[in-house]
């Protein structure tokens, strides 16, 4: 007997459970952040958090500041009533900041779980009241810390996934917006192997790794880009930054290493949230990186490029204090750079600028500690009108050997495409 083909299977289950009322695991019908780099706040306090995200500027409802916090469903589901309906206030109060709310939901059921199911459906009963009032945005974070704790043996990754797949049922029937992701996994190859051999991909909309040396993340991106291609994942947690701007550098290094999501933790009441929300401002919508955009000098950057556009927005840190930061860009067709005020989100555009055989200089002097930059490309028809006159030669002189620039946007057009698509 022929198989039947699975191509379209998400978008069909989708419409057959709107039509019979029930949730599928979200990761059928899940899309990448609509950020890159993304971050979000791990914090105690949500409820500041949430008052100091409601100073101006406000944030847009398209843009993405992550807001965690730990939920203890053991106390909620064996506590007074009305404990999960404080959790989602909290969550709803965040959501009318502007953030996004993520909850870390902390199940405490002992392993076995078959053993102990009705502790553990107390616990999924509690999560599944936080979903119902947590809003359509909202993520969740499962993690497991059993009392007592769990033996790291051969049984564990069978445990998390049971409880990960429970978890995630339990949610999207409540929320069916609600988006699932792992509790911060060590980032062993062989343990995420063990857990994926459960069949855990259908039930997830992320993955999370704890932090580790830059080798040991690399081995656990590269395993999961071959276990669970595309899946969205998450570091948690780096440490607050003592310069807060470095929060910009560092999410920005982290999605180059492959984490659509950095999530820091340490905020205190009182620290600036300015660099955040110059990430979620900045960063928000449809962004790939762009490595071939990055320009050269005495610093770090990471570029990465819009789709609607082809714009760039930047970051670049300076490796040592300067009072003039010389940034050459390897695109000649990019135009109007401008430095974004952390504070305000205005645009200054920059004046020491000009186009050189390398490319195009562009100078910042008195750079702060992380700045962002915006840049324009020019578009297809302008490249077309420039290539049509008699300055084409000129411009090739300046700008040296180089592909014909109409090509160089439409790889770089289907290069966004590529890493969209495997995303």
């Known amino acids: 007997m022929r198989r039947r083909g699975r191509r379209g299977l998400g978008p069909r289950l989708a419409a057959l459970s709107a039509a019979i009322g029930l949730a ?27 008052a100091a995200l409601s100073a101006a500027p406000a944030l847009g409802p398209e843009e993405r500041l992550y807001a965690a916090w730990d939920v203890d469903l053991g106390r909620i589901a064996e506590g007074p009533a009305g404990g999960a309906g404080e959790e989602g206030a909290r969550a709803a109060a965040l959501a009318g900041a502007g953030a996004t709310p993520w909850v870390r939901l ?5 392993a076995p779980l078959a053993t102990h199911f009705q502790r553990l459906e107390r616990e999924l009963e509690a ?14 974070q499962v993690l497991w810390r059993p009392e007592p704790a769990a033996a790291a043996d051969a049984g564990a990754a069978r445990e998390l996934a049971f409880l990960i797949k429970r978890a995630a049922v339990a949610l999207t029937g409540a929320n069916p917006g609600a988006r699932v992701v792992t509790g911060p996994l060590a980032p062993d190859p062989e343990r995420l192997e063990a857990l994926y051999g ?10 999370a790794l704890a932090p580790a040396p830059e080798s040991e993340l690399a081995a656990a991106v590269a395993a999961l880009e071959r276990l669970d291609p595309g899946r969205a994942l998450v570091l948690d947690a780096l440490p607050w ?4 701007a470095e ?18 933790s340490g905020w205190r009441p009182g620290d600036p949230l300015a660099p955040a929300k110059l990430l979620a401002r900045e960063f928000a919508g449809d962004l790939a990186r762009d490595p071939y955009s990055e320009p050269a000098g005495e610093l770090d950057a990471w570029a990465f490029v819009r789709g609607e556009d082809l714009g760039l927005r930047v970051v670049l840190r300076p490796r040592s204090p300067v009072d003039e930061l010389v940034a050459v860009f390897p695109d000649g067709d990019l135009r109007r750079p401008a430095r974004v005020d ?9 004046a020491g600028v000009r186009r050189v055989k390398e490319g195009l200089e562009v100078r910042l002097f008195d750079p702060a500690p992380v700045e962002v930059l915006r840049l324009e490309r020019l578009t297809a028809s302008e490249l077309a009108a420039i290539e049509g006159v008699e300055g084409l030669e000129e411009r090739l002189l300046v700008t040296g050997e180089r592909s014909m620039p109409v090509a160089e946007i439409l790889r770089r057009l289907q290069a966004f495409e590529d890493a969209q698509n495997r995303r």
């Open 247 to 264: 929060l910009l550098a560092a999410a920005s290094r982290s999605a180059a290493e492959g984490f659509a999501v950095t999530l820091f």
């Open 241 to 244: 930054p003592e310069e807060p």
């Open 342 to 350: 952390p504070d305000t989100g205005e645009a200054i555009p920059l």
């Open 127 to 140: 999560a599944a009241e936080i979903a119902r009032r947590a809003g359509e945005r909202a993520h969740f």
């Open 106 to 110: 902390v199940f405490r059921a002992p």
């Open 24 to 50: 599928l695991p979200a990761a059928l019908t899940a899309a990448a952040p609509p950020c890159l780099p993304c971050g979000g706040l791990t914090v105690e306090d949500p409820a500041a958090l949430a």
């Open 198 to 207: 459960e069949e855990i991909e259908a039930y997830l909309d992320g993955v």
